[in-house]
Every structure is written in structure tokens, then in C-alpha cells.
């Protein structure tokens, strides 16, 4: 079904959320077609490290809790799961992970049951895609009846946005997602990755939390924007496809939906998308003044040999900030390739794959993006003001 259901809903009140999630699943023929009573539903949340719900970071708490005590109202039975990126010692940070964005509070106080894929064990899935390895994924995806992914409205130093395609990618347990941004640090190879894994396990729904987004260079170290949004859909790519456009952005223009254009993962085209809720195509909401990845460069024009130029021109790359690290170490061990120096923090851009891992999980916002010319640098302050 290509339709895109857009809710107004400017907080993070239990009662509006419930009002507004149950008022939009009604546009797609109600709950009924998608769970029953005595249905275990798995809540796959975006819960990229352990920062708060507040942080505009994660999918909020409170959202998460509106739609466990909905699915409990109707006799399921709740799981809430996902992987956190990165390392710190050697290990995953998703338990702790869990602690601080507060879901295993909402899991003791609404009786859900809190599913670390760190954990739970895996199964095997066979790409059709570029990479023929065998793929796996988190058992919860498969044992659960359904399964409902909850992304964040967020933006993406790395691949400019991330939604509902993209957070599937935390179906791969632990520290095996560093090895998929390895072997495929092209944005199109990312993209079919993530192509991959929508293949090998069935969503049912993507209830996106776009209350409060996050802008500028997320999927961490941005800002909180209030979007008022709650998007709902069963096609994933047609949900982003109308966040995307909503951020002043087309779809084209990001190559990790190369591969879910091509492989018909969902609809795309926006003229073929229904929307309905609180908006239509023809009042399709912009939000005004919302600040895109520092690496976006528009490539509506990509084949113009001057527009490539800019873009190179205003390239950037990560910089770790030393006055802002606690040493943690994550941007080391979280590296796919290691090029990070354990002692000094100084990043070999030799080598450096620029999937910028270390920026994206880094928690205290240590690791900056720095134009890499120096007069794109004092050319982006001065359109700054």
C-alpha cells in the first residue's frame, strides 16, 4: 500500500501520541489488519548508543511507550528490541544503551519485555543483492508476530538522512555492523545492504517518531528540531520519500535508496504516493529552515562537471576534538578499518573510508566535521551568518 499517513502532534504526550497513531492507523483500515489479540509484537526502535530521549538521538521513550500500551490494550504481547553501534572495551554498548534512553524503564512500568539482539541469538538470511554472504539477523525479527519498525526523523553526516530504510541496519547484532561498513563504504553498496536486510525480514509496519527530529550533522551530534510529525506507513521507502521531500530534499539525491529504487523495496515516485492523515499531497508540509548534513551538497545536477567540483571543494572529514573527548574510545574500536590512533586520536585520512562511524557514535559530540580546504571553511562560516 504506497500511502504515507502524516499526524500533527507537538509533544510527547502519552494521550496525544495514542490519539494520534490510533487516528492514523485508522486511515490504513485499522489495527485489526495488522495485529490480533494474544500477537507478539516486536517495537524496532533506533536506538543508535546510549543518549537520552531528549537528545532527539534515539526514538523518544514516550513514544515508545505510547505504542506498547496501545498494542497491550489490545491483548499483545510487547517486545522491545534493537543493536547499538559501536564499541567500548571490546562490547556493544546496547544494554546500557537501553538504561539511558529509557526503555527499560517504559519495559518495567508497561510490562514489555526488553529484546537486546546483542543476545537473542541469530538467524540466517541468503542476499539477492551485490553481496552474496550469508546475512545474519537478529531471531526476535522471526520470532515475533509482528513486527513494527520505529526509525527517528533524523538527518545523517554520512548518508545525509536516515529514516525508515536505514534503521533496519540495527537488526545486525553487536560489532558485525563494522564489517558491513567495510566492504561496502560506497553509499550504494551501503544502500544494499540495507536492501538486504528488508528482504530477509518482514516488517509489517514503520511508525516514524518525528515529534522532535534531529537536524544538521545527526545522527548524534545534531540538533533537536521540532518537526511535529508522526509518519506511518507500510512501505518504507514511501515513508521516507515524503520525510525526505518535507526536509527540502528528493530521494534521487540519496545514494543509499539507489539500491531500493532499483530492487522495488517500495514506491519512490511521490506522484504515486497517497498521503492522508492530517496533511495531503497538495498541503505536503516543509519544514522551514531545517539544517541539512554538512556534507550535503545538492546533485539534482550531478553530471555538471562544475557542481562536482563544489561539492569536492566543500568536502569534510571527521576531527577529533580533544578538549571535548573523554577517552572513552569508541571512535578507535568502533573504526572498520582502524585508522584511528588509540593515544593521540589523530585519524590516517589515507586510509580513512569516511563512513564516519566514529562521528556517529561518538556520545559527547567530540568528533567534528572540518572542511578539509581552508577557504571552503571561512567561505561556509561567512553564509552561516
Not at 494521550?15 to 492514523?24: R, T, Y
Not at 545486525?172 to 555492523?177: A, E, Q, S, V
Not at 550533522?217 to 515524503?242: E, F, M
Request: charged share 25%.
Amino acid at each position: 500500500m504506497n500511502k504515507v499517513i502524516i499526524q500533527e502532534c507537538t509533544d510527547y504526550s502519552i494521550e496525544n501520541i495514542m490519539n494520534k497513531i490510533n487516528n492514523g492507523m485508522d486511515k490504513l483500515g485499522g489495527w485489526g489488519n495488522f495485529v490480533r489479540p494474544g500477537d507478539t509484537v516486536l517495537l524496532k526502535a533506533n536506538l543508535i548508543g546510549p543518549k537520552s530521549s531528549d537528545s532527539a538521538a534515539v526514538t523518544h521513550s514516550e513514544f515508545i511507550r505510547s505504542l506498547t500500551r496501545i498494542l497491550k490494550n489490545m491483548g499483545c504481547t510487547v517486545w522491545i528490541g534493537d543493536s547499538s553501534g559501536g564499541a567500548i572495551a571490546g562490547i556493544s554498548p546496547t544494554a546500557q544503551s537501553f538504561k539511558v534512553a529509557g526503555y527499560q524503564k517504559v519495559a518495567e512500568e508497561e510490562v514489555a519485555i526488553i529484546k537486546n539482539f546483542d543476545k537473542e541469538g541469530v538467524f540466517e538470511v541468503q542476499p539477492k543483492g551485490k553481496f552474496k554472504d550469508k546475512m545474519y539477523l537478529a531471531k526476535p525479527l522471526i520470532q515475533a508476530d509482528v513486527v513494527i519498525n520505529v526509525p527517528k526523523l533524523k538527518t545523517h553526516s554520512a548518508t545525509i538522512y536516515t529514516g525508515a530504510v536505514k534503521n533496519v541496519f540495527g537488526c545486525i547484532p553487536g560489532l558485525r555492523k563494522g564489517m558491513y561498513h567495510k566492504i561496502a563504504p560506497d553509499k550504494e553498496d551501503f544502500g544494499e545492504i540495507l536492501t538486504d536486510i528488508h528482504e530477509g525480514a518482514k516488517f509489517h509496519l514503520h511508525i516514524m517518531d518525528g515529534i522532535v527530529s534531529m537536524e544538521g550533522d545527526g545522527p548524534t551530534a545534531g540538533s533537536p528540531y521540532h518537526a511535529n510529525k508522526i509518519l506511518i506507513s507500510t512501505d518504507p521507502l514511501a515513508l521516507d520519500t515524503v520525510a525526505i521531500k518535507m526536509l527540502g530534499m528528493d530521494i534521487e539525491e540519496i545514494d543509499i535508496f539507489t539500491s531500493a529504487r532499483k530492487r522495488n523495496l517500495g514506491q519512490w515516485n511521490l506522484d504515486k504516493i497517497t498521503i492522508d492523515g492530517d496533511y495531503n499531497y497538495k498541503s505536503l508540509p516543509v519544514l522551514n529552515n531545517y539544517k541539512l548534513p554538512k556534507r550535503y551538497k545538492s546533485t539534482k545536477t550531478r553530471n555538471s562537471k562544475a557542481v562536482i567540483r563544489v561539492v569536492d571543494f566543500f568536502k569534510t572529514r571527521p576531527v577529533i576534538n580533544m578538549k571535548k573527548c573523554k577517552a572513552c574510545n569508541i571512535c578507535v574500536e568502533s573504526c572498520p578499518i582502524k585508522v584511528i590512533d588509540i593515544k593521540t586520536k589523530k585519524i590516517d585520512y589515507d586510509q580513512c573510508i569516511e563512513c564516519m562511524c566514529c562521528h556517529e557514535l561518538c556520545m559527547h559530540k567530540a568528533v567534528e566535521l572540518k572542511s578539509d580546504n581552508a577557504l571552503a571553511g571561512i567561505i561556509s562560516k561567512l553564509s552561516a551568518r
